[in-house]
């Protein structure tokens, strides 16, 4: 890998891919790696996975996604690898091909990106669906302010059902709990899967220009395409050896120390917190620990080295500018106010996305004036889909979105900016990470959702829309897109991507019902109000964002104004302010489990 962040040539156990791809010559028969059964075991493993994510985040505070490299999905092509070497041994010929094993991979990192935490995608949809059911009270008057705003076809109003799902010890099987949220998971389900077509049509159309010409380096394709490599030369590379089996030896020792803390345990990072969160000015510091876990340290070694060394920089500026704003007396607290840390990470990718577009005018001009001439577009053999059809994917799929949006309640205008601003930054993050592949990328704070509800002042049934969208735009940690198009770089070891697109798509359908179903069967049988981790206080404790809408009323000037209860579930005890464009109205009574944002963001450190 070169240090400008363009693929170089590969040795060791690297392996190289072709630098074209090109469609079956006239009379050429050869198998495709897009097969039956490769979709039917990936499809299968889906919902194990779903089930292990969910489990693993209300059960185990281990939060197995998060990062650019998913550790279910590296785990479980390693055990097919296992698994397809012992097929081979005693069936030769009925093994798994390297680009069946491919696809597996691609279809759960896929369903994995749908929700990997507790604040992200499915994992808090469907507790964002019953929360204002649930904790609406006559004090809080959610009931005559809040609940005839939202859309009442894509939630869970049943009372016995959201009591079910909050307490637990009632069956999501019963008559009452399928028709409550049959409906709402469908809507959900054709809502994102539409969002990951739009993205796979979107990499469609760029694939050629950053991998064929550009030459991006996608370091986050190392490791799979080594993995499922024909020759093996990963699994009897003697490093490779010595690092899984260091890393397994300390991972058991910290698993018996969890269990028995008498034996003693290799800690992964260190917290500074004693000494900083209650002295001035170094409380001003975010996250006041270091954490550096093996597969962190592993994932290092794909990045190119000058992004390394800027990571390490600017988090030190960052952190000191931090402390000189707590020193000089412009902010007070950590998360809010100057000097806007947040602001900044949404400003760099507002560069980054404005240079993608910028370098790729020319080349995205070609494509859409190839797509609509009615001679053929010679660039798009051996693709996934064809440049007009991805180009048609794009548009339908966006339309779609936006009338999705409508349907619940957004303003039109809002609504096809949302989804513009959404397909951009979905775009830009597939970019950092085909060209440096960071190990994790999060947007803390600024999300898309906050922009349009606090920059264009739309109505109540506009916020009311956006909040349900909160538990997908709070952080960007899992970008669908990004997995999509590592995906058919991946795919280019075939020399064809055609058929590709199918399994993508179908894995984002079977993620999402998986981890609504996952996420509904551990709330039904434990409660919500009683599933916790380390970060939440039992019982009830809900780290997911909610962003709760309330009444417009028209204020000085005749404009629609707009009361909003922001509820970020943190602690319990802590405070629900209502905001009136700018004006501060009295504090509501806070829900169980409710939290001021600022009370959210101070808890994280």
């Not at 007009?388 to 794009?394: C, E, I, P, Q, S």
Request: glycine fraction near 10%.
């Amino acid at each position: 890998m070169n240090r400008d962040g363009r693929q170089g040539k590969q040795t060791g156990w690297a392996v190289e891919t072709p630098t074209r791809l090109r469609g079956p010559c006239r009379g050429e028969r050869r198998r495709g790696f897009v097969t039956w059964r490769a979709i039917a075991l990936g499809g299968a493993l889906i919902p194990l996975n779903a089930y292990w994510l969910s489990w693993n985040v209300w059960y185990r505070d281990q939060l197995t996604g998060g990062i650019s490299l998913y550790s279910t999905a590296v785990f479980i092509v390693a055990a097919l690898v296992a698994g397809n070497m012992i097929v081979k041994r005693l069936w030769p010929g009925r093994e798994l091909s390297p680009g069946e094993l491919l696809v597996a991979y691609v279809m759960v990192a896929i369903a994995t990106s749908m929700g990997t935490t507790t604040w992200d995608g499915m994992t808090s949809l469907p507790t964002i669906l019953t929360y204002p059911f649930r904790f609406a009270t006559p004090a809080n008057r959610w009931a005559e302010r809040m609940l005839p705003i939202l859309p009442q076809w894509a939630m869970v109003s049943d009372p016995a059902v959201v009591t079910g799902f909050w307490e637990g010890r009632m069956s999501p099987y019963s008559r009452e709990g399928l028709a409550a949220w049959w409906r709402p998971a469908l809507w959900w389900t054709a809502f994102l899967v539409t969002m990951v077509w739009v993205g796979l049509c979107l990499c469609s159309l760029v694939r050629r220009r950053w991998s064929e010409e550009e030459r991006l380096a996608f370091p986050m394709t190392i490791l799979p395409l080594a993995m499922t490599s024909r020759d093996g030369s990963l699994w009897r590379s003697r490093g490779f050896q010595w690092g899984a089996a260091v890393t397994s030896a300390v991972a058991l020792l910290n698993l018996a120390h969890s269990l028995v803390p008498s034996v003693p345990g290799i800690p992964f990072g260190f917290y500074h917190g004693q000494y900083t969160v209650h002295l001035s000015p170094w409380s001003g510091i975010r996250q006041p620990y270091f954490w550096y876990p093996p597969f962190l340290i592993g994932i290092s070694y794909l990045m190119p080295l000058d992004l390394l060394f800027s990571l390490w920089v600017f988090t030190v500026i960052g952190k000191l500018q931090q402390v000189a704003a707590i020193q000089l007396g412009w902010n007070t607290q950590t998360w809010w106010g100057p000097p806007y840390i947040d602001a900044q990470i949404w400003g760099a990718l507002f560069a980054i996305m404005a240079t993608v577009f910028w370098l790729e005018r020319r080349y995205l001009w070609a494509v859409v004036r190839g797509a609509v001439s009615p001679r053929s577009f010679p660039a798009d053999q051996g693709e996934a889909m064809s440049h007009r059809a991805a180009l048609a994917g794009v548009v339908l799929g966006s339309v779609y979105l936006c009338v999705f949006l409508t349907r619940i309640g957004v303003e039109p205008a809002p609504a096809c900016g949302f989804v513009a601003l959404l397909l951009s930054v979905s775009l830009a993050l597939a970019r950092l990470r085909a060209q440096l592949g960071p190990p994790h990328h999060e947007l803390p704070g600024q999300d898309a959702v906050y922009y349009w509800i606090t920059r264009l002042g739309p109505n109540a049934r506009t916020q009311a829309g956006f909040t349900l969208l909160g538990s997908y735009t709070m952080s960007y940690r899992d970008s669908p897109t990004a997995i999509t198009v590592e995906g058919l770089k991946m795919g280019e070891r075939e020399r064809s991507l055609r058929g590709l697109g199918a399994p993508i798509v179908l894995a984002a359908a079977i993620g999402c019902l998986s981890l609504f179903w996952a996420n509904i069967q551990l709330h039904y049988t434990n409660g919500a109000d009683n599933n916790g981790g380390s970060w939440k206080t039992p019982p009830g404790v809900r780290p997911q964002p909610l962003r709760v809408a309330g009444r417009s009323h028209r204020g000085s000037g005749g404009r629609d104004r707009l009361v909003a209860a922001t509820c970020h579930g943190r602690r319990r005890g802590s405070l629900c302010r209502a905001d009136v464009g700018q004006a501060q109205l009295p504090e509501l009574p806070p829900p169980p489990g409710g939290a001021a944002a600022l009370d959210r963001r101070r808890d994280r450190g």
